[in-house]
């Protein structure tokens, strides 16, 4: 029998396993700058709507050899050999790319698909660990090499990777297969419910990734301290495989800085002071530095910028002085395609339409997008917003839930943490207050601001619209736990007409920056009609002019906005068989991506504001 010793060793073993197993499938920060192999391209599938391939006729899970399991090999070895799986190129699907949309038959499928893809490789040096890095799976990827199972991941929008063992990889012909599930479950992240389409499919980037054996860069954050006016930088470095006193160094050329560091157990505090002349990053000078870190066996290379994002009571303050918040919420959608975006062509083509429309912030909804958007709001001096799918109807009471939501916001978090772009994690939207949720939301927070100090935290809340006399007050108790007051507002679509904008006043109880994260009109592209009827472009102008009236008369803490939405987007939820047809038309922009008559309210509005 186990004493209390016992279980405590035994908790102990259990810990250091679990934790080992963790760090090695810890992301693997900044993957483009890596030796990296691009398993992009055609993949074969089947589409497995019983979940054949994974679980017998008694519905129990296969067992890791079973060879009528989809992970093993398709191939008859003689005559009598019955398969009843086989990968064929009748059946090809692009990685990336949702399913959806590639073949009609996908329009509405959620369920379970397996990709098959043969590839060769041999590592350039023996000793180099290989790992196998996805972008995003949505939204349960279980992950085959050679009939040997490298992992499980969950979450549709954050990237992972699973280190390849030695014995699982061929020099030819490797057999490389994943499940991709993107079934909806009450318990997962997001839940049954949402205002989007549920695109499946593995819809980022695939490639293999070689790491030395010793002292390889995992990851590393590199920010300026949020002080206003600091010139000092700090962050971390990790590595794997270190030897005690590991050096690291963190050179900036450009600036003539280079530090070194000493790894204790495999990380080093990074801490070190930038010349005062170095230059901020700014939407105005989006200045990105060359930064270099280095290990005896390892070396890294990013695109850094430095700034500050800091809150001085009412205000929001960027590199210390008072920034507004010119907005657009995006998802990560192309409409004339009716797709997920995945590429630097995609983010050149919505950060686009942003820049067009004079912004010069964008929310990222409703979930972590692909990288390249970050980076390319990087360069376009684009500041974002950033969020898990913690929406709506989350299980707030469950534990386990939490874990979930907490594992998508360290990934998130560990890809974009050195992104001068992003201000703002945030942690969900429209949640529903209670005690349970209120914990959930602030525990979410808490993790955000722990893995990154250098950030300012946020969800989008709800207004509370029972106020009298007009004056809408956001008083949810999670705004205690925030930085930045953000609410989902709508004042005359949900609710009333454009008028009611005329007399509404808003309000928040705590002493912080107001955001407004949405609001937002349908208007079917192309509908024209008077501005009294509703669908039509005329309506969602008014919309806009009636907001923008309203905006200018916000109380002095309103610090900016982002509405609902930049375009088109498809929503299961959007029934009207001559307005909707399954698309949330609310964007400024059609499903055929011209713009339509409110985009130039926006535009107009953002342009006569000057920072
Ligand atoms: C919201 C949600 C967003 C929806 C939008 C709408 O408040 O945050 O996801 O799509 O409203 O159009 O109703």
Known sequence: FLTTKNWRLLLAILLFFSSNVFSQNEIIGNVNARKTFSLNGKWQYIVDPYETGFYDYRF??????DREAYWSTDIPTNKLDRKEHQYNDKYLLNVPGDWNSQDPKFLYYEGSVWYKKSFDYTKSNAGNKLYL????????????????????????????????????????NNYLVVKVDDKRYADEIPTLNTDWWNYGGITRDVKLVELPSAAAIRNYAIQLKPVVNTTEVEGWVKLDNAKAGEKISVEIPELKVKKEFTADAGSAKINFKLPTTFQRWSP??????????????????????????????????????????????????????????????????????????????????????????????????????????????IDFTSDAVLEKAKVQLNEMISRDQN??????????????????????????????????????????LEVDYQSEKNLRVIDDPLGEYVDVVAFNEYLGW?????????????????????????????????YHADAGTLWSEEFQEWYYQEQVAMLKRMPDNF????????????????????????WNNKGLIDQHGRKKKAFYVMKAYYDSIKN
Request: net charge positive; hydrophobic share 40%; charged share 20%.
């Open 559 to 582: 610090t900016g906005i982002s509405p609902w939405i930049l375009a088109d987007f498809r929503s299961p939820r959007r029934n009207n068989a001559t307005y909707q047809e399954g």
């Open 133 to 172: 890095y996805f972008g995003a799976v949505n939204y349960k990827a279980d992950v085959y090499l050679n009939g040997i199972k490298l992992g499980t991941h969950k979450g549709g929008f954050t990237p992972f990777n699973f280190e390849i063992p030695d014995n699982a990889l061929k020099s030819t």
């Open 419 to 460: 992104r001068a772009s992003v201000i703002i994690w945030s942690v969900g939207n429209e949640t529903p207050v209670s005690e349970a949720r209120t914990r959930f939301m602030s525990t979410l927070l808490k993790t955000a601001r722990g893995l990154d100090p250098s950030r300012l935290v946020s969800a989008a």
């Open 60 to 65: 129990k899970e296969r067992n890791i050899n």
């Open 494 to 526: 949900y609710g009333g007409t454009p008028e009611a904008c005329r007399t509404a006043n808003w309000a928040t109880k705590y002493n912080k920056p107001l955001f407004i994260s949405e609001t937002g009109a349908e208007a079917l592209g192309g």
């Open 284 to 393: 105005e000078n989006p200045k990105l530095y060359n930064v270099v870190v280095t290990t005896a066996a390892d070396k890294v290379t990013d695109k850094i910028g430095f700034r500050t994002i800091t809150v001085d009571g009412k205000k929001l303050l960027l590199n210390g002085k008072t920034v507004f918040l010119k907005g657009i919420s995006i998802h990560a959608e192309v409409p004339q395609e009716i797709r997920r975006a995945y590429s630097s062509k995609d983010a050149a083509m919505l950060l686009g339409w942003a820049k067009e429309l004079g912004c010069n912030m964008v929310r990222l909804a409703h979930y972590p997008h692909d990288e390249a958007m970050t980076r390319m709001a990087d360069s376009l001096g684009l500041l974002v917003w950033s969020e898990i799918p913690v929406y709506w109807t």
